[in-house]
């Protein structure tokens, strides 16, 4: 493996903290730490110990973190999917798992945060509407 420098290697672990889930096919993919790594021109461990320091956190808790709050927030603001079928696409497997973990990320149940969501938007187009 080539050696980089640290500058280098941190640019990388940030530009993929960062990017890495702009997209909604970022969110069904696997991003096992070894591929990132090498993407980054470090080994596995350099890699997960860098991408620590710098985000906070592990590879693996990041990406579920932002799997739940950036795509499972979207698809509860924006479509009539079920929790249970919003938690399988964000990866959660199971409903409860998916109410769990977007409550320990978010701070609310998704199902309240759903209903904050609609009634923000009904208010919004209330007040925006002619006469309203």
Request: some cysteine; hydrophobic content about 35%.
């Amino acid at each position: 493996m080539s050696t980089i420098d640290s500058t280098t290697a941190l640019s990388a672990v940030r530009a993929w903290s960062g990017h890495a889930f702009a997209s909604s096919p970022s969110f069904a993919r696997n991003w096992p730490t070894d591929t990132l790594g090498r993407a980054a021109g470090l080994s596995r461990s350099s890699f997960a110990a860098r991408f620590k320091s710098v985000v906070g956190e592990t590879v693996h808790s990041h990406l579920t973190h932002c799997r739940i709050r950036r795509r499972s927030q979207a698809l509860l603001r924006s479509s009539r999917l079920s929790l249970a079928e919003i938690g399988r696409a964000v990866r959660c497997g199971s409903e409860s798992a998916f109410k769990y973990r977007f409550k320990r990320f978010v701070g609310v149940p998704p199902g309240e945060f759903r209903r904050a969501q609609r009634s923000s938007t009904i208010h919004q187009a209330r007040t925006e509407a002619p006469g309203g």
